[in-house]
């Protein structure tokens, strides 16, 4: 954003409708960055806590099989069930912007 700062740093002069222009313009673009960024950063707090998880989930799924197949077949579709619904949360995380 800092590179905005030359063109916003001087306000252009608002008594001609170009300079209200790109005033205006270069407010939202400072708006809509700072959103996209916040926005990044959920994004990648959310990532990391859903990878946490499924990391934890893994490890409970195997201590819970104790090395039966059926029964780790049976808790896998669970864990795949959960990272399923993690990255569908992830796809939709800020669409509507």
Do not use: C, K, W
């Not at 959103?35 to 195997?62: I, K, P, W, Y």
């Not at 099989?65 to 949360?89: H, K, P, Q, T, Y």
Request: hydrophobic content about 40%; overall charge neutral.
């Amino acid at each position: 954003m800092t590179q905005l700062n030359p063109y916003g740093s001087d306000p252009p002069s608002l008594l001609t409708s170009g300079g209200r222009a790109l005033a205006r313009d270069l407010q939202r673009t400072r708006r809509e960055a700072a959103v996209a960024l916040a926005q990044g950063d959920g994004l990648a707090e959310f990532t990391a806590a859903a990878m946490n998880s499924t990391a934890a989930l893994d490890r409970h799924r195997r201590l819970l099989a104790r090395g039966d197949d059926f029964l780790n077949n049976l808790l896998a579709e669970e864990e795949v069930g959960f990272v399923l619904a993690a990255m569908s949360i992830q796809r939709g995380m800020y669409r509507q912007y």
